[in-house]
């Protein structure tokens, strides 16, 4: 996982646009873009070198703040191709489950990645995770995601002769899966 805590916006960089609590998104900084919002035009290229928590204003009134992405961030912006775990809950299972940095975690299903990303800061910066979805484009659409906002690092790993310190099993009749787990 790659969570920059550079503390400045450059060109290319993926973070949350907030407007207001229930408007917010994920924007891909670029320094010839403009984003268009009801209140105005925002051109990319004022926020290039601004810390992250800058609020901007417009020439008509309008303002956003510029935020760093985070995992607790990107589970309000993802789209949903699923259900997804919220942070309450997401808080819950990471204590529960006791998941420390350094640890293994294997996850299924991977949904819509709300919970991974979290798992994967919190594993940081020894731990792994691996997760598993059996919806071949729900997978590939959530390896996109994590290789575009760079929360979670997609890895290639033998896994053979590896224990893992946490399972967390999201889908139908988990207790099936317990054996293979
Ligand atoms: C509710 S979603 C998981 C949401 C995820 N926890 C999140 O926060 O984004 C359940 C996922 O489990 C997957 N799934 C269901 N049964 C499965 C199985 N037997 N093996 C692997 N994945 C499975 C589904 O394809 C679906 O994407």
Redo the contacts with the bound molecule.
Sequence with gaps: MKISFNLCIRDGYLIIVYERHDTMKAVKVCKNSVLQNRFSVFEHSDWIGKPFGSIIFSNSGGFLYLLALTPELWTLVLIH?????YIADISFVIMYLEVVPGCLVLE?????????TSFARAVEPTGYVYT????EQ?AASAREDFEMTGIVTMGVRDILGELVDSVFL???QPWL?IPSA
């Design positions: 191709r699923t259900q997804i775990l299924s299903g991977t949904g819509s990645g709300s919970l991974t598993f979805d059996f919806h729900r999201d889908l139908p899966a």
